[in-house]
């Protein structure tokens, strides 16, 4: 059915094509993905969501676009990280600060 197929779209650490479009910064992929009706908050093989791979990867465009479809401040990785956490811990100075201002404590 029509959520096998979507579960079956992602690479083999587990991120699916959201996950994948923040791993690369690719908008493009974003959109599709959306347009697929891709979950925004699917988590990859570390519990890792879309927003914490943004974050990580230091795209404050994405990290803002990815909020902005749902995708959650509050949920933390398999280790109890948080896409805030993730941020600081890479020194992502930009998204921190878009996270805070998104809400995220």
Do not use: F
């Not at 699917?42 to 890792?48: E, F, W």
């Not at 990580?56 to 280790?79: K, P, Q, T």
């Not at 948080?82 to 805070?100: G, M, P, Y």
């Amino acid at each position: 059915d029509e959520r096998d197929k979507k579960a079956k779209l992602g690479n083999l650490d587990g991120d699916g094509l959201i996950g994948m479009a923040a791993l690369s910064k690719c908008y493009a992929m974003l959109e599709w993905a959306s347009e697929l009706k891709q979950e925004v908050n699917d988590r990859n093989a570390k519990g890792r969501t879309p927003l914490m791979i943004a974050g990580a990867m230091g795209d404050a465009g994405i990290v803002r676009w990815l909020v902005e479809h749902g995708g959650s401040l509050s949920i933390r990785d398999y280790e109890g990280q948080s896409a805030l956490n993730i941020a600081a811990a890479h020194s992502q100075t930009e998204v921190v600060k878009s996270l805070i201002e998104l809400g995220a404590k």
